[in-house]
């Protein structure tokens, strides 16, 4: 298991503080802003950093991510950069955790073997593999955990207490709970709908349990964080930077943006 997701989730618990997880897409909108976002996360709030591997039919994920994704492989990101990405952000930060997110295609084509051994050297902590559900998961899972890294599984509010426990099998990290039925960036979550499934998880489990998909605004940053032990905040960060793509200080906007997210989860 990855210690320095251990330590972050230690370090929050005996603060009183949840955990704010952002993701951002690898190479978007180019290699050398998205260096610049990546460098400026930890200190603008992020806790955890979720780094999205590029791939050109992303089933999972809504219009905003797709299209983070199409802009980075126009400019050239595949595994290899984004594994540059994560080994330029060690060398200025050794304390946050890094979460490469993406489908399976890509590191079948790159050798999973190989990849999990040059993910976890260039300095990245777990892996959210979305496609790939604990039963397929053999060909990536026990090269993961002997190089170290944690396969984080996804729970969906469709999973039922028969299902739960072969997600929690061979689960490490924390556990990523997707708070609407959809796509990424589709629709807002419902707080209520998804406290008492996460209370009952929690009972199963004693892996953190962060909720993603559907929470954009501060406001359900602070709802969420009351429910879950962290909360994911990925299509809006994604979206405005899209939005302000062409403007210099890009990365100092983004800041910006992210540590609205984190204020609101003491609010």
């Known amino acids: 298991m990855s210690q320095r997701i251990i330590q972050r989730f230690e370090s929050l618990t005996s603060r009183g503080q949840k955990a704010l997880v952002t993701f951002v897409m690898a190479g978007d909108p180019d290699l050398s802003a998205s260096t610049e976002i990546l460098s400026a996360l930890p200190s603008s709030g992020a806790d955890i950093i979720e780094i999205g591997m590029p791939f050109t039919d992303p089933m999972a994920d809504g219009p905003a991510i797709q299209s983070a994704g199409l802009r980075a492989l126009a400019h050239g990101t595949g595994l290899t950069e984004v594994l540059s990405l994560v080994q330029q952000f060690r060398r200025h930060n050794q304390d946050t955790p890094i979460i490469l997110m993406g489908y399976f295609n890509p590191i079948l084509a790159y050798n999973p073997q190989k990849f999990v051994q040059d993910a976890a050297s260039a300095g990245a902590d777990g892996l959210i593999i979305v496609d790939l559900p604990p039963e397929e998961s053999n060909e990536i899972a026990p090269h993961a955990r002997a190089a170290g890294l944690d396969m984080i599984r996804l729970i969906t509010p469709t999973t039922d207490s ?43 489990t004693r892996l953190p349990v962060v909720a993603g998909f559907g929470i954009k605004t501060p406001a359900d940053v602070s709802a969420f964080s009351r429910i879950a032990d962290g909360v994911v905040v990925g299509s809006a960060i994604v979206q405005y930077i899209e939005q302000h793509q062409k403007e210099t200080n890009l990365a100092q906007r983004v800041s910006a943006h992210v540590s609205a997210l984190k204020s609101a989860m003491s609010a």
């Open 162 to 204: 028969a299902r739960l426990p072969h997600i929690l099998t061979g689960a490490s990290g924390f556990l990523y709970y997707v708070s609407i039925a959809g796509v990424t960036g589709s629709k807002s979550a419902d707080v209520n709908a998804v406290a008492d499934h996460i209370a009952r998880i929690k009972t199963q």
